[in-house]
């Protein structure tokens, strides 16, 4: 098992760039599958970017692809999410996620979760 602690998040303007990043601590963290999700307030969480575990294959919801880059250090154990011409639409909480199982966009697949992080993007 990993546990997950996010950091980064804050207030921004519109166009404004944040890095956002996930410590794991625990065994095998090379072993998980890595994801960024989010929610917004009333709206369902949706999946923002994944990456495998050897970081090679990366994926990205079509409102974020170009925009925002997901990596990750295995060496740390770090994983990490640069945002960059951020739109007020990115106002949510940013909660990385992990699982053993193949890198995945399913939320439901991912069995370890941090207490998350708030991204608020000013007009």
């Known amino acids: 098992q990993v546990q997950l602690v996010e950091s980064g998040g804050g207030l921004v303007q519109t166009g404004g760039s944040l890095k956002l990043s996930c410590a794991a601590s625990?065994?095998?963290?090379?072993?998980?599958?890595m994801a960024w999700f989010r929610q917004a307030p009333g709206k369902e969480r949706e999946f923002v970017a994944a990456?495998?575990?050897?970081?090679?294959?990366?994926f990205y919801a079509d409102s974020v692809r170009g925009r925002f880059t997901i990596s990750r250090d295995n060496s740390k154990n770090t994983m990490s999410l640069e945002m960059n011409i951020l739109k007020p639409e990115d106002t949510a909480v940013y909660y990385c996620?992990?699982?053993?199982?193949?890198?995945?966009?399913?939320?439901?697949?991912?069995?370890?979760w941090g207490q998350g992080t708030q991204v608020t993007v000013s007009s």
């Open positions: 996620a992990a699982t053993r199982a193949p890198v995945t966009i399913r939320g439901d697949k991912y069995t370890n």
């Open positions: 625990g065994r095998s963290f090379n072993n998980y599958a």
């Open positions: 990456v495998h575990q050897t970081g090679v294959s990366r």
